[in-house]
């Protein structure tokens, strides 16, 4: 539990994972609320504990691209959970009704679509 320790962390994963957010800039949503300071440090735990990983962006070298690690990616049936739980429970989830529709009909086909799209 140490590694997902707070909402930040989670909420970066979950970024990362469904949102297809990579750089720095993508994760300071205002909506989410997160202080640049507490960003800063769960990228670097993340980084630092393997679950996700820092490269130079290929097209604007002084910016960096966050990816999930295969390590992070195997948190793919962990993040489903939770989003299943949260529709479940939330009546004012954020997750849009198809990918709850295809999340209850065919979740191994969405595991391989997440999957493939995070390659």
């Known amino acids: 539990m140490g590694v997902f320790g707070d909402q930040w962390t989670l909420l ?3 970024d ?3 949102k297809g957010k990579k ?3 993508e994760f300071s949503d205002p909506a989410e609320g997160i202080a640049t300071n507490i ?3 769960r990228l670097a735990r993340l980084v630092s504990d393997g679950i996700i990983k820092k490269d130079r962006d290929p097209s604007h070298g002084a910016r960096f691209v966050y990816r999930l690690s295969e390590k992070g990616k195997d948190l793919l049936p962990v993040m489903l959970a939770i989003v299943e739980w949260s529709a479940k429970y ?3 989830t954020e997750t849009p009704p198809a990918f709850l529709e295809k999340l ?3 979740p191994a086909a969405l595991k391989t679509e997440i999957l493939q799209a995070l390659a």
């Open 23 to 25: 750089h720095y800039g």
């Open 39 to 41: 960003l800063s440090d």
């Open 104 to 106: 209850r009909r065919d």
């Open 16 to 18: 990362l994972m469904f």
């Open 90 to 92: 939330d009546a004012n």
């Open 12 to 14: 970066i994963i979950r």
